[in-house]
């Protein structure tokens, strides 16, 4: 099964950007539509980006369409979350999640980014 690692996460003023990383092992990368998650206190979890093991097609959440992109390197093993111009209101921590053509789901432990002046 694959493990899924987060990085990337930590301080940044509002306005400023970020790079979220998700490094994956034990199975093969390139077979998993990968997904970034964020859940802030008191809120659910909800979809950020996905991106297509298939064709790399991208999907983004209406609220940062324009301002995320996500990406993905194969031969790293690696899932990328470009975040610019970031609100307070996204502090949260940002989780990777990894979707197999088997219908199975496997997610990182998350990274905490804070956004505060």
């Known amino acids: 099964q694959v493990q899924l690692v987060e990085s990337g996460g930590g301080l940044v003023q509002p306005g400023g950007s970020l790079r979220l990383s998700c490094a994956a092992s034990?199975?093969?990368?390139?077979?998993?539509?990968m997904s970034w998650y964020r859940q802030a206190p008191g809120k659910e979890r909800e979809l950020v980006a996905g991106?297509?093991?298939?064709?790399?097609?991208?999907k983004y959440a209406d609220s940062v369409k324009g301002r995320f992109t996500i990406f993905r390197d194969n031969d790293k093993n690696t899932v990328y979350l470009q975040m610019n111009n970031l609100r307070p209101q996204e502090q949260a921590v940002y989780y990777c999640?990894?979707?197999?053509?088997?219908?199975?789901?496997?997610w990182g432990r998350g990274t905490q980014d804070t956004v505060s002046a």
């Open positions: 999640l990894a979707e197999s053509r088997k219908s199975n789901a496997v």
């Open positions: 991106i297509s093991e298939i064709d790399g097609r991208t």
């Open positions: 034990g199975s093969p990368f390139s077979s998993y539509y």
